[in-house]
Structure formats: C-alpha cells, structure tokens
C-alpha cells in the first residue's frame, strides 16, 4: 500500500492553483534553503518540533529533557519514540503522519464540493518528488476521478516530466540561474531544473514559474536581467513568471526543530518587484500577481 509522509495540510484560495484548494505538504527535501518558510518539512524522516515553555520531562523516560530542554543527541539514538508515540503532550510533536494513499483520497472525495472556481488539490512541501512513486500512485487516483491537480516543485527531479500527464497546473520555484552559486547555498545544481523548466513550457501546457527575491542571493537587477535571459527563450503561450518577497515567517520553527536560523536581513530591505515584473512584461512574458 502507497503511504505518503504529510506535515501540514490546508485550504487556500488560488494561491497555489485555481480556486478553493486542499494544500497537502509533504515531508523531505533534497534542497535545504537557509531561509526556507517551512523547516520541519525538509529531512525526509523528519524532526521533532519542541516547544520548551510545555516540556514536561516525564514523557521522556529517557532523560532526554531536563531545566526546560531537551538534549537531541539523546533523541536521535531513540527509536521507540514515548514522547510521541504514548506519552502524548504539547510540547514535543514529529513533525509528519503516515497516510495512506486510499484514506487521502477519500479524504480529497469527501471534500470535492469545496472545489469551487476549478479548484483541486496541491501537493506541496518540502519536496513532493522525495516521494515520487507514492505521489505519481495518489495522482493517478485523483485524476480518473476528474479532481484537479497541481505541483509546486524545486523542478530538480530528473523524471518531473513522468508526473506532467497526471497534473493540470506545475509550479517550480526556480532558485537560481547559476549552477554553482545554487549549489553553495541551496545544495543542488540547476542543470537538471533549467531541463525541466524548459522541458515543460514545451510540453505543458499551465506552468507557473516562481522566483522569490533572496536578499544577497538572487534580489538585484543583475540577477534579473540573468534570469530572464533564460526565461525569456522559452515558448511563452503556456507560461506564468510571478515574483515573490522574501520573509521570516519560518524562523519560529526553525527554532522548534532544534536548527538555527541563519538568514540575517538589514531592516529597511524592500525588492522592486513591480520595477522587475515590468521588465519582465516589456520583454513579452506573462507576470502575475497571486
């Protein structure tokens, strides 16, 4: 039976496709942006999240939480897992549940009356292709029922295009435009994403493509004029660019998830996204606002 790993699920409207949607984010990812929203979903086996001000140290009958804290090294050679297996509490959670794909998908049939103005179902994350077979499997079910569905993808999976028949909209957040500065500071080269972006303009027909302004790592004018010079040779009839600001709604839980948040942002910073959206537009492509 196909299991998908989910850390958070939710609805939103038109914000990662059309219409009303059930956003599900799956855990793992091969990327690990410093100043990623969604921390918790990046290690495929995934992290315990803590809240110090609720540790309670009885449900640890191993020790590992004491004065308000808990001592990871201890977690990380267990495996029977008490403090979120049998001694449940608020202040330690995993960050991800098992499901399976069939109760997902009659959780997605129960739901189909919210799908209103084309809406559907969103798979995001972490990385939905960690987890490629189990996604292609839920996707296929969805589709012979009719149920939309979109992807939003870091693009860097070699067999992405496999996942194209079974999705109506593809989102990849393009990172960067050169391959060893993505490498240093996300952990992946872009080879493979600039394939795979190129590959769908031609091949699909609804691709939004993202690029969120990173202070010191993609933001300037220069990086714009680099992107769109690869962006703007692709076939544009089936192709949406939309800018996104960067943000630090994600540092409280890097925090939870024992990891230190390392984006360090001057105050006053502020993109000229609608100077780069016009640039954009003058160069014949089509930017949205979501």
């Known amino acids: 039976m196909e299991q998908l790993r989910i850390f958070q699920k939710g609805w939103n409207y038109r914000q990662d496709g059309p219409g009303n949607r059930l956003v599900y984010h799956l855990q793992g990812c091969n990327l690990h942006c410093p100043w990623c929203a969604n921390p918790e979903g990046m290690l495929p086996e995934g992290v315990l999240m803590v809240k110090n001000d609720k540790l309670i140290p009885s449900v ?93 993808t870091n693009g860097s999976h070699p067999e992405l295009s496999g996942l194209f028949p079974l999705i109506d909209m593809l989102i990849i957040d393009f990172k960067h435009y050169d391959t060893d500065r993505a490498h240093s500071v996300v952990g992946v080269k872009n080879g493979v994403v600039i394939s795979n972006i190129s590959r769908a303009a031609k091949e699909h027909g609804n691709v939004l493509i993202r690029i969120t302004l990173i202070p010191e790592f993609n933001d300037t004018m220069d990086d714009m004029l680099q992107f769109l010079s690869i962006l703007r040779n692709l076939p544009q009839e089936h192709v949406v660019i939309e800018f996104l600001s960067y943000h630090e709604y994600g540092r409280v839980k890097w925090e939870e998830c024992g990891m230190k948040y390392k984006m360090h942002v001057a105050r006053g910073f502020k993109e000229d996204i609608a100077g780069y959206e016009s640039l954009f537009r003058k160069a014949g492509m089509n930017v949205i606002r979501t």
């Not at 640890?60 to 449940?88: F, K, Q």
């Not at 009659?106 to 103005?117: D, G, I, R, Y």
């Open 60 to 152: 640890c009958p191993h020790g590992s939480i004491h004065d308000g804290n808990i001592d990871r090294r201890l977690c990380g050679r267990c495996s029977s897992m008490e403090c979120v297996t049998t001694n449940l509490n608020q202040g330690i959670r995993l960050s991800y549940k098992v499901n399976s794909c069939e109760s997902l998908f009659q959780e997605v049939m129960a739901s189909k009356h919210l799908f209103h103005s084309g809406g559907g179902i969103t798979l995001s994350g972490g990385e939905p292709t960690v987890q490629y077979d189990a996604v292609r499997y839920f996707l296929r079910l969805l589709k012979e029922e009719g149920i939309n569905t979109t992807i939003e």
